[in-house]
T-cell receptor
Framework: NAGVTQTPKFQVLKTGQSMTLQCAQDMNHEYMSWYRQDPGMGLRLIHYSVGAGITDQGEVPNGYNVSRSTTEDFPLRLLSAAPSQTSVYFC???????????FGEGSWLTVV | GENVEQHPSTLSVQEGDSAVIKCTYSDSASNYFPWYKQELGKRPQLIIDIRSNVGEKKDQRIAVTLNKTAKHFSLHITETQPEDSAVYFCAASIRGGADGLTFGKGTHLIIQP
């Protein structure tokens, strides 16, 4: 049982490049979400999904796209990276009936 | 939307003393309040949580109190130890809601030997 798995763990991008952060969970959780964490800002919700085929925006969605084709996977796409997207990204999941949110190990992204 | 304020941003206490971190929230519909501990370079880990139908919850040296009227909740750590040094985050959400947690900005707890 791996829990929530994120890849890559570290990535350096040039401004304007695109990339996808991968997230997969093996707990059959319907709810998945992406947060970003910046120094002194806590964690902020980017996008979330309540199930396959359903996504919605969180607090800071601009510059990011998501899709949810399967229950297990919830990738986060940066179409044209900007230095302001330098951050640590956490994917998370939970079941609708539970409160506990399970976080992935994080992805450190630097945009230069 | 929900807004969570957390204080202090940094807290330094002597080993063995108690530490208290306070949070306020704005949305009266919020009814689930977890606390996370995050060590440097690691993911946030849930340490304790409380629901709005409970005023206090304890787990060994850790306790959380909730005042629904004041929209205020606090984390209490007694007999602090060096391994308690970390960043602590409070959060709030509507239990069962799908739109995730609203986090405070964090408290860096430093345990002085």
């Amino acid at each position: 049982n791996a829990g929530v798995t994120q890849t890559p763990k570290f990535q350096v991008l040039k401004t304007g490049q695109s990339m996808t952060l991968q997230c997969a969970q093996d707990m059959n959780h319907e709810y998945m979400s992406w947060y970003r964490q910046d120094p002194g800002m806590g964690l902020r919700l980017i996008h979330y999904s309540v199930g396959a085929g359903i996504t919605d925006q969180g607090e800071v969605p601009n510059g990011y796209n998501v899709s949810r084709s399967t229950t297990e996977d919830f990738p986060l796409r940066l179409l044209s990276a900007a230095p302001s997207q330098t951050s640590v990204y956490f994917c998370a999941s939970r079941s609708p009936s539970g409160n506990t949110i399970y976080f992935g190990e994080g992805s450190w992204l630097t945009v230069v | 939307g929900e807004n969570v304020e957390q204080h202090p941003s940094t807290l330094s206490v002597q080993e063995g003393d108690s530490a208290v971190i306070k949070c306020t929230y704005s949305d009266s519909a919020s009814n689930y309040f977890p606390w996370y501990k995050q060590e440097l370079g690691k993911r946030p880990q849930l340490i304790i949580d409380i629901r709005s139908n409970v005023g206090e919850k304890k787990d060994q040296r850790i306790a959380v109190t909730l005042n629904k009227t004041a929209k205020h909740f606090s984390l209490h750590i007694t007999e602090t130890q060096p391994e308690d040094s970390a960043v602590y985050f409070c959060a709030a959400s509507i239990r069962g809601g799908a739109d995730g947690l609203t986090f405070g900005k964090g408290t860096h707890l430093i345990i002085q030997p």
